[in-house]
């Protein structure tokens, strides 16, 4: 720190010293596990990114972290660790670099359903059901489909008729069609599916239009090559975003155009004892959609607690966020999973 301080002088010593700290920094457990503290982990938190699973978790007993190789590394190879789910917003912002091919890029996305809405009540109450809140911000995904099951589940909801949503609280089966909401193989109503898409397709055009520039702009001004690299970064994460919102509005349209087709043949919806597939599964996604059916009469399973196991496996720590997670005090961000209760992201905490 001092060399650093003598040779920049204050500001540029404390700045490199702070982000090297900020993008180093992880969430382990303190020694009874009650709790989680931030920490430095030498040599371990110097491996670089790559794709693949979360491989690290923290030994209780033992007091240690401990990493799994992603793969059989060779003498003199570099070794690379996966630090999560993270998008290349979060990547750029927390810890300094743009990863080409982000198999988990995505866009945020805040909606909600208004609360001058004619079945506010109604659709809060479904929403409530299914353990998902009125108003989150959730994600547009490079991946297809670009919704989570979670999203899927929101906008079915947010789209539906005053008799769909009577279906879903009174109806037979309720509990069941709560169940699937998230499912893409069982559709409200094929009404219901083209109102979602075309929401959707809508409301990604209108992001598009917020930038600047377009793609092709920005595919310009990369091959330029007259950028620093902090702008050329800034450039690819613009272009990015906006590639993933391309994406979404064609997929919404593509999905607008199947679901149409279906209605005009008079098709038949599919029900779900047709399908061998869990209820709260996604197929399409390969996420899963956690259901929090709540009992309003009791008021004991309101104010019940959730307890954290005596000891925690590696699965367990790295899916309760120990290991820096988006939750952490500096280089972590709140993403879409922190306002919801089920997005893709909680599902495995970031390991760096």
């Known amino acids: 720190m001092i060399s650093y301080t003598l040779l920049w002088g204050p500001f540029l010593g404390c700045r490199w010293a702070v982000s090297s700290v900020m993008t180093r920094q992880n969430q382990i457990p303190t020694e009874d596990g009650s709790r989680v503290t931030l920490a430095l982990i030498p040599l371990w938190d110097m491996c670089n990114h790559t794709n693949g699973l979360i491989t690290t978790g923290y030994n209780l007993e033992d007091d240690r972290c401990e990493c799994v190789a992603l793969q059989e590394f060779k003498e003199g190879e570099q070794i690379y660790i996966f630090y999560g789910t993270r998008s290349n917003a979060e990547f750029v912002i927390h810890n300094g670099f743009f990863f080409e091919n982000n198999a988990h890029d995505r866009v945020k ?15 809060a109450e479904v929403l409530a059901r299914a353990g998902i809140p009125t108003s989150s911000v959730f994600a547009l995904h490079i991946t297809e489909p670009p919704i989570s099951a979670q999203l899927l589940a929101f906008l079915r909801v947010f789209c539906m008729s005053e008799e769909e949503l009577k279906e879903h609280l009174i109806g037979d089966h309720a509990i069941d069609k709560i169940f699937t909401l998230g499912n893409n193989e069982f559709p409200v109503s094929w009404d219901n599916e083209i109102k979602l898409w ?119 720590i790295t899916e309760n966020d120990y290991l820096d997670t988006q939750d952490s005090l500096y280089n972590g961000t709140k993403s879409e999973s922190n306002s919801a209760p089920a997005e893709d992201d909680t599902a495995t905490s970031d390991a760096k």
Do not use: W
């Not at 996305?109 to 659709?123: C, W």
């Open 198 to 316: 075309t929401f959707l397709e809508t409301r990604a055009s209108l992001l598009l239009k917020t930038y600047r520039s377009t793609v092709e702009d920005d595919k310009q001004i990369l091959d330029n090559g007259s950028l620093s690299i902090h702008a050329a970064m800034a450039v690819k994460l613009r272009l990015v975003e906006k590639e993933i919102l391309e994406k979404a509005v064609k997929s919404a349209s593509d999905y607008c155009k199947l679901y149409t087709k279906r209605l005009e043949d008079g098709e038949p919806l599919p029900k779900y004892e047709e399908s061998n597939i869990a209820f709260l599964e996604n197929s399409a996604t390969n996420t899963k959609f956690p259901l929090v059916l709540r009992n309003f009469n009791d008021e004991k399973a309101e104010g019940s607690e959730l307890k954290r196991p005596e000891t925690l496996t590696i699965t367990e």
């Open 109 to 123: 996305i805040k909606l909600g359903v208004s609360k001058s809405d004619r079945l506010y009540a109604m659709k």
